[in-house]
Each structure stands twice: as C-alpha cells, then as structure tokens.
C-alpha cells in the first residue's frame, strides 16, 4: 500500500483527532453530523480518523475562524472537492490529447 492510500486509512481516535486539530471531540461529532467529514469505523462501531481527516479538520478551523458558519463551510468543501475533481480531469485529458498528438521532429 502505497503513502498515498494510506493518507485515507483510519487510524486515530475521536479523542487523538480532537487534540491533534486543536478542537473538541464534540465537534468533531457535530461536523459528522452536519455531513462536513465521514470517519472510517471499526467493526464496533468507532470512529476513526485518518490523515485525510485531518486536513479536512483543520480546514474546518480555518473557514470557522474566517467567520462561516457550518452551512458555508460545507458548500466551501464541496466546492473544493469539485475543483479538485475537474482539475484531475483537465490533467488526464489533457494527457490523453498530447499522447495522441503527432510528434514532429
């Protein structure tokens, strides 16, 4: 597994994330509930965050601090999410094109 993959393994407690992100447990609570992050779960039922988690956490921390609230936090993460999406697809494609591309030379 490579460093990549293993940014999306879940593998700290709610109470290790709290403190690594500088917030409490119960708002990490509150931003699952209000659908800004979705932890990975053991098979009991805890949660557990990894270190994409945490990037998103701290993002969290910095929208909150510039005065959103959790509804404009969310629509900022999507829209993010959506960025980085069409940027990956602007890269590929525009891969595919210059493979196509005849070389002169």
Do not use: C, F, H, W
Not at 25 to 39: F, S
Not at 42 to 66: H, K
């Amino acid at each position: 597994m490579g460093q990549t993959d293993d940014r999306g393994r879940g593998v700290y407690a709610i109470s290790v994330a709290a403190e690594l992100v500088g917030t409490g447990q119960q708002n990490l609570r509150l931003y699952e509930r209000k659908g800004l992050l979705e932890p990975g779960r053991t098979l009991g039922g805890t949660r557990q965050y990894s270190e994409n988690d945490l990037v998103t956490l701290r993002r969290i921390g910095e929208l909150l601090e510039l005065g959103l609230n959790l509804a404009g936090v969310r629509m900022v993460l999507v829209l993010e999410a959506d960025n980085r999406r069409l940027e990956a697809e602007l890269r590929a494609a525009n891969a595919t094109r210059d493979a196509a591309r005849p070389r002169s030379g």
